[in-house]
């Protein structure tokens, strides 16, 4: 157990950023799955739907600080190319 109080309060902002940022991984995983299982059933309109809440989604991340710039523009990229392709 830590003995000074900047560690214990360093130990409490650790244990709610990792929960924070748990919830967003798996928003954002379940998010991209959506465009994807609508690209893999080939309905055009239910994923230009998904990609839409998507992309606004991603870019909101990125405004938080869950993601990086580029990492968001690469996971926009794939999804618009596979919605695309359909």
């Known amino acids: 157990m830590a003995n000074h109080k900047s ?3 360093r ?4 244990i709610v ?3 924070r940022n ?3 991984r798996t928003r954002l995983k379940n998010i991209v799955k959506g465009v994807r299982s609508a ?6 309109v239910e994923a230009t ?17 869950i993601l990086k710039k580029e990492t968001a ?3 926009i990229s ?6 695309n392709a359909i």
């Open 7 to 9: 560690s214990v309060k």
């Open 11 to 14: 130990i409490r902002q650790t």
């Open 17 to 19: 950023r990792a929960e």
């Open 22 to 24: 748990r919830f967003y």
């Open 39 to 44: 690209v893999d059933a080939g309905n055009k």
């Open 49 to 65: 739907d998904a990609l839409k809440v998507a992309n606004k989604q991603i870019q909101k991340f990125v405004s938080k600080g």
């Open 73 to 75: 523009a690469r996971k």
């Open 78 to 83: 794939r999804l618009h190319l596979a919605v």
